[in-house]
């Protein structure tokens, strides 16, 4: 099968390539935090989709879709722009930064729970919203077929029926929190549950089997991954205490590995692929090339077939502003650009913000993104003594960083948890604990007071 790529060596592409060692280089002096940070994920991700490849990708959508990019030299600058204007914004949150790591004496307490009553809340109210998902989902009709899609009875159109009639008849405000519980609500729960020292392991089981079983219903594959990938990684992070292991690259390396030659192929076969060489090929491209390829098509797209939206790409701003038949770039691009139904094209966050202000956009949100993952970076190293809730809202920001290979800022903040997690974090942190010492009672069941301990115990 065609990759889509160039490969040519020549002047253009040894400069971009050089720009890129001196990007890494500065990302790492003005991060200054050699335990795993916000962007350990996110930098080297971004290198490998819209970095290292970009000098060998000109001809990508031309060989992939017939479609040819006459505006490559636009997405090479506006890439160029966000490397450059990114730590701009990491400088900025650094103003606020006194440590530069945490000891392991420090993070002795990372799988111990701070306010157990408002843990101990917070998981309820995620187990009750997964189990009334279900109910719902299934009273309207909308369950997943499971069993024929893992046994593979299942063939394309089916599951392709059941993925896009479910995603439009859950639009509407009755599935509104449905929709954030992968992403917006329940990763901090993901984290408490699968690392809290003393929860017994039954209990555990039924919490992650009912959010599974809750979020399976989409047919969307990236909800189990990310899954995957909160649980491995945020063991070893606590196990190896953030250092940058052995044991943390290989985790890391594994569940990537894992996803591209496992998880994804096995998707797209049981979706109708014959051969694992055909599926692999996808998941591959699926990672590494459909950002970049996406990702061009913006800058295509804007401002020479359509002018530049000033802020109405995202539905929000779009609303408040009264604009009519609002329909996303992602959607736009694929349906009245390449004609093409039933898809839509996420791209790194820096789409959205050319689609509404070019370079000017670019700039802007690159500075913000840059400020908004370092200030994590200083709120989690400026700790004393951090326990479970601290630990749990880092690494579930660190791992959130992939939504903005795929997502506006905006969408980040309180879709994928970027905020939606620091704010639930603060509610947990707020819940009065005297009430658990002054009223402890003996109770039973999956989420009991006994489940989460109080650190003082």
Not at 239 to 248: E, I, M, P, Q, Y
Not at 278 to 305: C, D, H, K, N
Not at 394 to 408: D, R
Not at 414 to 437: D, K, N, Q, T, W
Request: net charge neutral; with cysteine; glycine share 6%.
């Amino acid at each position: 099968m065609e990759t889509g790529l160039t490969f040519s060596l020549n002047s253009a592409a040894i400069a971009w390539w050089l720009f890129l060692v001196l990007v890494v280089f500065a990302f790492r002096r003005c991060v200054g935090y050699k335990q795993v940070n916000t962007f350990s994920i996110f930098l080297p991700l971004t290198l490998a989709t819209n970095g290292i490849l970009v000098p060998l990708s000109e001809q990508l959508n031309e060989q992939l879709t017939a479609f040819q990019i006459t505006k490559f030299s636009d997405y090479r600058l506006g890439l160029a722009l966000m490397y450059a204007s990114m730590p701009l914004g990491i400088l900025i949150a650094n103003v606020f930064r006194r440590k530069s790591q945490l000891s392991d004496a420090e993070l002795q307490e990372s799988n111990v729970v701070g306010n157990s009553r408002g843990v101990r809340i917070y998981l309820v109210i995620i187990l009750l919203i997964s189990l009334i998902s279900i109910l719902q989902i299934y009273v309207s009709g909308l369950g997943f077929d499971l069993y024929s899609y893992v046994t593979l009875k299942m063939d394309y159109m089916d599951y392709a029926a059941h993925r896009y009639g479910f995603a439009e008849a859950t639009r509407g405000w009755s599935y509104f929190i449905y929709n954030k519980l992968p992403y917006g609500l329940a990763p901090l729960s993901i984290i408490i549950v699968w690392n809290a020292r003393g929860l017994q392991v039954w209990k555990k089981a039924v919490f992650l089997g009912v959010f599974s079983f809750a979020i399976l219903q989409t047919g969307h594959k990236m909800p189990l991954i990310v899954l995957v990938a909160y649980l491995v990684l945020s063991r070893v992070l606590i196990d190896f205490r953030f250092k940058v292991s052995k044991a943390v690259i290989w985790g890391s390396l594994a569940v990537l590995l894992a996803a591209m030659f496992v998880v994804i192929p096995l998707f797209y076969i049981m979706q109708g692929e014959e051969t694992y060489g055909s599926a692999m090929f996808w998941a591959v491209e699926r990672i590494f090339l459909e950002p970049a390829r996406g990702l061009q098509l913006y800058f295509e797209t804007y401002p020479g077939i359509h002018p530049f939206l000033h802020g109405t790409s995202t539905h929000a701003i779009a609303v408040l502003v009264g604009a009519k038949d609002y329909v996303t770039p992602s959607v736009y691009i694929p349906n009245e650009v390449l004609g093409i139904e039933n898809t839509s094209f996420p791209v790194l966050f820096i789409g959205e913000a050319w689609a509404d202000f070019g370079y000017f956009g670019v700039a802007i949100v690159s500075v913000a993104a840059g400020f908004l993952l370092q200030i994590y970076n200083v709120w989690f190293f400026n700790q004393g003594r951090p326990k479970l809730e601290e630990v749990a809202l880092f690494i579930s920001i660190a791992l959130a960083t992939f939504h903005l290979e795929e997502s506006n800022l905006l969408t980040s903040l309180f879709s994928y948890g970027m905020l939606s997690s620091f704010i639930i974090y603060l509610m947990i942190r707020r819940c009065p604990e005297h009430a658990v010492e002054h009223h402890r009672v003996e109770a039973s069941g999956c989420l009991s007071p006994d489940v989460i301990p109080p650190s003082r115990a």
